[in-house]
Nanobody, 114 residues
């Protein structure tokens, strides 16, 4: 069964940090570019960061310098370290394979209080 399971979300104050994890099963993880997306309340789901099979990373401008995506192929897990969090980072964070066929996790809520 193909599955992505996120964890690590929660409530944090402005300036705080969180580390999200996403455990994959049912896919050949090391061959897939992985991504984190974010959906703020009432907004569309937007791409936040990607990590290729080579380890090359890309970020949207609004998180550059604050977020770090990484992967552990031995554990079939992708991470998102989020530092210097802001209220506008609030939303549901989804782990997914970047390219088709896309697989999505169920999402984890991140709330940053001001």
């Amino acid at each position: 069964q193909v599955q992505l399971v996120e964890s690590g979300g929660g409530l944090v104050q402005t300036g705080g940090s969180l580390r999200l994890s996403c455990a994959a099963s049912g896919i050949i993880f090391r061959t897939r570019t992985m991504a984190w997306y974010r959906q703020a309340p009432g907004q569309q789901r937007d791409l936040v960061a990607t990590i290729a099979t080579t380890g090359t990373t890309n970020y949207v401008d609004i998180v550059k310098g604050r977020f770090t995506i990484s992967r552990d192929n031995a554990r079939n897990t992708v991470y998102l370290q989020m530092n210097s969090l802001k209220p506008e980072d609030t939303g549901v964070y989804y782990c997914a394979t970047r390219w088709s066929p896309q697989v999505w996790g169920q999402g984890t809520q991140v709330t940053v209080s001001s």
